[in-house]
């Protein structure tokens, strides 16, 4: 019923907006995002459309909705596949759409972000993108770095032995609920907008995310400690429909294109700049960070998740764990 309702809201948008001038741009793009105007993937969003309108002479327009405006990161996904919005950020949640996507924020399987870069400009990354298109229909035009996530709680959590009975809430990703059910705790998909208020009302009482998103979440409140469980590396795909893509000619392409690098590479910067600020602000405003045993957390959780894929993936996930180092 909320889809159907943000469809509604926004296709009433899109009636509006069909009324141009002739001043208006020939490409009026819109993205959703979840996160909020000071984050590094909002600012990065923010220099995009900037460089685009300049870039093309005002031919191309992006207007960057922050903290779900439009909509939550899954029904942004199905309001760009129906041709309501154009853009959005997303990896993993597309598992629900095509296996490959299992890679994304795969628990336990790298140890780093070079891991991650490794592995995205290698074949496996090479596929990602490819199903992300014919599959989704969503084009990616580069990738932001999210860094480790770790879980916060209010009791400390050193041994997957200390999970028993705490509820987490997790984003609606199948290998996470694979993940931390195999580690004994249990697990609730919550929308990200959420968080905040379910932690407050005791529906949960933890969350697992990037320390800049703990930040933003003003977890801090709510939470008493940041444990290290780096159980993920991740990153999120800066994406735009297929569609709205192909519908700009070649020239404004190309300009989308570039501008779309020159993106990434502005957000690496930013992202390296506020991961380390990230764990010393949330220190400031109480939290404690526990190191934990990670080896214990890697061995618990086994082939959890190796164990529920397909034989094409489960020889997949072998190469990756063969070739990255």
Aim: aromatic share 10%; hydrophobic share 40%; net charge negative.
């Amino acid at each position: 019923m909320r889809i159907a309702t943000h469809i509604l809201i926004a296709l009433s948008l899109v009636g509006a907006w069909s009324c141009k001038s002739s001043t208006e741009p020939e490409f009026l793009f819109r993205a959703s995002l979840l996160v909020s105007e000071d984050h590094t993937w909002f600012r990065a969003f923010k220099y995009f459309g900037e460089e685009l309108e300049e870039r093309s002479d005002g031919r191309i327009k992006l207007q960057t909705y922050p903290s779900e405006q439009l909509a939550k990161e899954i029904e942004a996904i199905r309001m760009i596949q129906a041709g309501v919005i154009d853009m959005t950020t997303t990896s993993a949640l597309l598992s629900n759409w095509t296996e490959i996507m299992t890679f994304c924020e795969m628990p336990f399987l790298m140890d780093s972000m070079e891991d991650v870069d490794q592995m995205l400009n290698g074949p496996v990354g090479a596929r990602i993108r490819s199903e992300m298109v014919t599959k989704t229909g969503l084009r990616p035009v580069g990738y932001f770095q999210a860094g480790a996530r770790h879980l916060t709680s209010n009791r400390p959590i050193r041994h997957p032995d200390d999970l028993q009975g705490l509820i987490i809430r997790i984003p609606s990703i199948p290998a996470f609920i694979t993940a931390w059910d195999a580690l004994g705790a249990k697990t609730t998909p919550i929308a990200f907008s959420e968080v905040f208020t379910s932690l407050q009302q005791g529906v949960i009482n933890a969350q697992e995310n990037p320390l800049p998103l703990t930040k933003m979440l003003a977890m801090y409140e709510v939470q008493e400690y940041v444990n290290l469980t780096s159980h993920v590396f991740g990153w999120t795909y800066p994406v735009i429909g297929e569609k709205p893509f192909n519908e700009m000619p070649s020239d404004l392409q190309a300009v989308f294109l570039e501008c779309a690098r020159d993106m990434q590479a502005y957000e690496r910067k930013l992202f390296q700049e506020n991961d380390a600020l990230a764990r010393t602000e949330l220190e400031a405003k109480g939290m404690e960070f526990i190191e934990v045993d990670r080896e214990a957390f890697k061995q618990r959780h086994g082939n959890a998740i190796y164990n529920t894929l397909s034989t094409e993936m489960k020889e997949v996930y072998r190469s990756l764990k063969d070739t990255i180092k």
